[in-house]
């Protein structure tokens, strides 16, 4: 019948893809998780079962703690950062006329379209303890150059602060194109009933974007938490472990030091997990927030 013919076209339309999928997404997935029994290393790729050994070693690895540290440290400042100051700007750019807003938008996502091997480098030019923009502009006001990256207690909000430059490109974009499609005549009515700009945004215009805001939320989530290139070329982990992330110490450990490919997918799983969870809680915090 043409049904079943229909079915079997989009099915074969769908089939390159479902391979690529299958191949290089779900077959490395489930051989991590089989990896992450055994001690596998690159002595012995095979390696040996060993059942949840990885798994216990993990959570007395001083380091590893430390890492997860990091890791949610980044996710709690930058998630919130990130959704709030795009939301910020996607308010007071989307009434502007076209070109002004395309200007903006444009500035904004200009750090998303950049290597960011590219941005960087530039960044770790300006945090240089001696010849570093940020601090020849310190020195020129008289002021105490500081060790930015080189300093333990600041390298990691120097990292933060890269991340969330480099993360609010997209959601500015579907902020404006979120708010420009809340219905006008609903604001209009809320207005002519006396309500104020606060109380139009909250009962009218955020009810609207709430899709929207779970979206950001969750791939702001998943994008910090998956924060790697950026640590490597900036800081390498350093100083101390004290930039180190789960994703960092887990490629340090597979294709640097101990070269432990068992340890290093535990690590994944649980970062997996952790992912899943986090992602799973903003579903249900902002699904209770709309009308279904």
């Known amino acids: 019948s043409s049904d079943l013919r229909e079915t079997m076209v989009s099915y074969l339309f769908l089939l390159p893809a479902l391979c690529f999928f299958v ?3 779900i077959t490395p997935m489930t051989m991590g998780v089989i990896t992450s029994f055994t001690n596998a290393s690159f002595a012995d790729p095979k390696g040996t079962f060993v059942g949840l050994e ?22 709690a400042v930058s998630v919130p950062a990130v959704t709030a100051f795009s939301l ?10 076209s070109g002004i807003r395309s200007f903006f938008r444009c500035v904004f996502y200009l750090p998303v ?20 923009l940020l601090n020849y502009v310190i020195r020129s006001f008289g002021g105490q150059p500081l060790p930015w990256t080189a ?6 909000w120097c990292i933060i602060l890269i991340l969330f430059t480099t993360s609010i490109g997209q959601p500015i974009v579907l902020y404006v194109a979120a708010l420009g499609n809340v219905d006008s005549s609903l604001e209009e009515a809320a207005k002519v009933d006396g309500a104020n700009s606060f109380q139009v945004f909250w009962r009218i215009k955020w009810p609207s974007i709430m899709p929207t805001t779970l979206y950001v ?7 910090s938490f998956q924060c790697f290139a950026l640590i490597q070329l900036l800081t390498s982990g350093g100083p101390n472990y004290s930039t180190s992330t789960v994703m960092y ?3 340090e450990i597979a294709f640097k030091t101990t070269k432990e490919f068992g340890y290093a997918d535990a690590m994944g799983v649980i970062l997996a997990i952790v992912i899943a969870l986090f992602s799973a809680l903003q579903f249900k915090v902002m699904n209770g927030g709309t009308t279904e």
């Not at 300006?126 to 570093?132: I, L, S, V």
């Not at 300093?151 to 990691?156: D, I, R, V």
Request: glycine share 6%.
């Open 23 to 25: 191949g290089f997404v």
């Open 54 to 75: 990885n798994y216990i070693r993990l959570f007395k690895d001083k380091i590893f703690l430390k890492s997860a540290v990091n890791t949610v440290i980044i996710v």
């Open 88 to 97: 910020w700007v996607g308010s007071s750019i989307y009434r502007m006329r």
């Open 113 to 132: 379209v950049t290597g960011s091997v590219a941005v960087v480098v530039v960044w770790k030019w300006m945090f240089d303890k001696y010849d570093g």
């Open 151 to 156: 300093s333990e207690s600041m390298a990691l």
């Open 217 to 223: 939320a969750v791939i702001t989530t998943i994008n």
């Open 249 to 251: 110490l887990l490629y």
